[in-house]
């Protein structure tokens, strides 16, 4: 038996039972469903981030292969007529999960979902504490709103479910109406004094909660995963670690890098400027002072964007059995070869998907450790050069180093080794295929219920 057939069989005894026994539990199944329903919203706004980054930016990828801007001198301005579909989707997204996962727990729990649902956003801005007043006028910030607010929608999401499924059910707590009331109107009133109960536990929360983060329950969280963070530097451990960290908040639906790019950009942009400073003189990057920093990320170990998912996308169409991982990946390989990949981490999904944490959180680190030792040795210079997020993966390297032709073979090979390994684990997710399947159609006949 082969390395890759003893791996791919410890994955499918080990990972395969624990995804089948959580695909059933209902709290992973409210998320996870919720993360798929909103797919298509967040996948209008994955097309117009690719839109006016890769074309429409005056330094993006396609715009600067084409020349668009010197044909289109004003082309740049054209972005802000596709940008208020962010507002709509990705920005918005941390409301879209709420409404979700508080209505999915609610089917599960055979109550009124939609109600559920309308609560859990009812909740998410009592304890949304980012108002200010601007001469009189109460304005609400939306930092929280989009995938940095996720963490607490699913918290306050899981929260409404489990009270309103169960308070609902208490017969003391229902008011019933006589039958000529109309059904809407009756509809409310029996789930009234759940809703009354649970909207002043949570202003209770709220209220409680300013003691202890005078900002909020969303600064509180944001404190407490960054301040550890607060005294690393510039070498390799740190871009691998900072690389696993933000890997592991997207496996709960947190957009790692917004997460902890306060700290990053602390810690590395200085660092970055000294290495423009030192090509602007000398003309090379070989030399540069700071040859370990955040670029080292972005240059082997983001293809496809976060977890190298580029790689899964090509493992998916080697491998998978799976049609709707292969439908999935049709849509993603576009926006993926710009390095936007929401919809692979919230349409196949790999948010809280037990098959592909493993590889989605190493495969980086792998590939970052790669380029760090070609580097070290001296194969290639430092990634010196700023390159656009939206170039495609291994002409960054390239491109970074000032077009290193051993660099673009160092981006290709870290490619070639992301797939490698996210190919058990896409050979395992073909076993848990029936299970997914039955469980698709209960869930679709819930929802026509």
């Known amino acids: ?126 304890i949304y504490t980012p108002y200010s007043v601007i001469e009189n006028q109460n304005f609400l910030t939306t930092q929280w709103l989009g995938a940095q607010g996720l963490f607490v929608a699913l918290i306050v999401g899981i929260l409404v479910g489990e009270l309103f499924g169960r308070l609902s059910h208490a017969k003391r707590l229902q008011i019933s109406m006589p039958p000529q009331v109309p059904p809407a109107v009756a509809r409310t009133f029996k789930v009234l004094f759940p809703i009354v109960i649970i909207t002043v536990i949570f202003a209770l929360l709220s209220y409680f909660i300013t003691f202890i983060a005078p900002q909020g329950l969303h600064d509180l969280v944001y404190k407490v995963l960054q301040s550890p963070l607060k005294e690393m530097g510039t070498n390799v451990f740190t871009v691998i670690l900072l690389g696993i960290i933000a890997n592991f908040l997207w496996i709960f639906g947190i957009h790692g890098p917004n997460t902890i790019a306060a700290i990053r950009e602390t810690i590395f942009t200085e660092a970055n400027l000294q290495n423009l400073e030192f090509v602007a003189k000398t003309g090379s990057p070989w030399g ?10 972005d240059a082997f170990a983001n293809y496809g964007g976060s977890g190298m998912t580029l790689g899964l996308l090509i493992a998916i169409f080697i491998a998978s059995k799976r049609q709707e991982y292969r439908d999935i990946g049709k849509l993603s390989i576009a926006p993926g070869l710009f390095n936007i990949n929401e919809p692979v981490i919230f349409g196949l999904p790999v948010v809280l998907n037990p098959i592909f944490i493993i590889p989605f959180i190493i495969v980086p680190a792998i590939n970052t450790f790669i380029g760090y030792l070609f580097i070290e040795f001296q194969f290639i210079p430092p990634i010196a050069y700023a390159v656009p997020w939206t170039t495609p993966g291994p002409l960054i390297p390239f491109l970074g180093t000032g077009g290193n032709w051993i660099a673009l073979l160092v981006g290709f090979l870290c490619l070639a080794v992301s797939t490698i390994v996210y190919l058990p684990f896409v050979m395992a997710a073909n076993k848990t295929a029936n299970v997914d399947a039955k469980e698709s159609i209960e869930n679709q006949n819930n929802f026509s219920g």
């Open 1 to 126: 038996m082969s390395f890759m057939q003893k791996f791919e069989s410890v994955v499918e005894r080990i990972l395969v039972p624990i995804a089948t026994k959580l695909n059933s539990q209902r709290h992973i199944c409210a998320i996870r469903d919720a993360f798929i329903l909103s797919f298509p919203i967040i996948m209008a706004g994955s097309i117009i981030i690719l839109l006016n980054f890769a074309i429409l930016s005056p330094d993006g990828f396609i715009a600067k292969i084409l020349f668009l801007e010197k044909l289109f001198p004003n082309l740049a301005d054209a972005q802000q007529i596709f940008t208020p579909v962010l507002r709509g989707s990705l920005d918005i997204m941390a409301i879209l999960v709420v409404f979700l996962v508080g209505r999915n727990m609610a089917i599960s729990l055979k109550a009124d979902d939609l109600l559920c649902g309308l609560t859990s956003v009812s909740c998410y801005f009592i």
């Open 288 to 297: 540069a002072p700071y040859p370990e920093t955040w670029v080292l990320n």
